[in-house]
């Protein structure tokens, strides 16, 4: 996989993707919960709507008193690298040209300072657009969409992993229903690496094992990528995704897991992320995105305006 084109001007930007809205994919926000036994694609669209949270009108991960989201990278062997966020991701439109808005802005690391604006459009055939304020110029610079298998700088995901990808850019298989029997991964940090930002980083999460999940083959239909095909366990009652494991040929190349937990609203895809883990086999090289419950809020009443190019600059570095 490549390195992502823009690295040496916004480093890890490509993680907004991971907490963002973009590209529907022909999904749309008002997919009804499928009846009967659902197909391969139907499962994966259901896959989308609850990642992209379009139970809710808006979704929020904010910086509370002492608490906020951090990302957190390791190489195998040497001590982790933090940047903490702010984010906010608003589904509410209906002009039917806007899908969804996401602002998205970074407080410590090295992007402190950086925020991001991210428009996904009605139009399915559309490219989202990409306004990023950069501190260090003191100015907006706009960017086109990221080519899918850019690498994210310092991860261990691509930008078609978090944001990209659709389900026609795949076909689907469903492999049966079975039990799920881990816990999930999560990265093991030493208590002296433990600085302001990890001395409550979560330990494997255990509560999804035993539950019922859906095993979906997905292989990929562009040619010489980096993976061949997908396995994803998929919750059979609120369709989220606990584990993704990416294979070239027979070789297992890398894992990601997602801790979920529940809105509690009626519809039981209403489901907002604790944690995301990404694990690549051959390097050991880790990724892991914690996201505190106190940090997380949806159907707030902030006002469209702030999904806008003027919030950017309003940044402080």
């Given amino acids: 996989m490549r390195s992502i084109r823009l690295s040496h001007r916004i480093g890890l930007v490509g993680f907004i993707g991971v907490l963002s809205s973009t590209s529907l994919a022909g ?21 989308y709507y609850v990642n992209h949270f379009y139970a809710v009108k808006n979704f929020s991960i904010e910086k ?27 589904n509410d439109y209906s002009d039917g040209v806007v899908k969804a808005k996401d602002l998205a802005t970074f407080h410590s690391g090295k992007l402190k300072g950086t925020g991001m604006l991210i428009t996904d459009y009605a139009d399915d055939g559309k490219s989202q657009s990409y306004a990023i304020w950069l501190p260090a ?3 907006i610079r706009r960017f086109a969409q990221p080519a899918f298998d850019d690498a994210w700088g310092g991860t261990d995901f691509t930008f078609e992993d978090v944001t990209l990808r659709k389900p026609h850019n795949e076909t689907h298989e469903l492999l049966g229903t ?16 433990r600085g302001k930002y990890l ?10 094992k035993g539950k019922e999940v859906y095993k979906v083959k997905s292989t990929t239909k562009f040619n010489n990528w980096y993976y061949d095909y997908r396995v994803s366990y ?13 294979f070239k040929g027979d070789k297992q190349t890398k894992v990601i897991d997602r801790d979920w937990g529940s809105m ?21 090289h880790e990724t892991f995105a914690v996201i505190p419950k106190g940090v997380v809020k949806w159907n707030s009443d902030k006002p469209e305006s702030l999904w806008s190019e003027e919030t950017l600059t309003k940044l402080n570095p």
């Avoid at 039990?179 to 690496?193: V, W």
């Avoid at 001395?199 to 999804?208: F, I, K, Q, V, W």
């Avoid at 009626?266 to 944690?275: C, E, G, L, N, S």
Wanted: glycine share 6%.
């Fill in 137 to 139: 110029l003191r100015k």
């Fill in 178 to 193: 079975e039990t799920f029997k881990d816990c999930l991964g999560a990265m093991e940090i030493p208590t002296e690496q």
């Fill in 27 to 47: 999904v749309p926000r008002d997919l009804p919960p499928p009846t009967g036994k659902p197909t391969a694609e139907q499962i994966i669209q259901q896959v």
């Fill in 264 to 284: 509690g609203l009626t519809d039981p895809r209403a489901q907002f992320w604790k944690y995301w883990y990404g694990k690549v086999s051959e390097n050991g």
């Fill in 64 to 90: 509370v008193p002492n608490e906020i989201t951090v990302l957190i990278t390791r190489a195998q062997g040497e001590s982790p690298s933090i940047n903490t966020l702010e984010r906010f991701l608003n």
């Fill in 234 to 246: 998929v919750d059979t009652k609120t369709f989220a995704d606990y584990r993704t494991e990416y």
């Fill in 199 to 208: 001395e409550n980083t979560p330990a494997p999460a255990c509560d999804h």
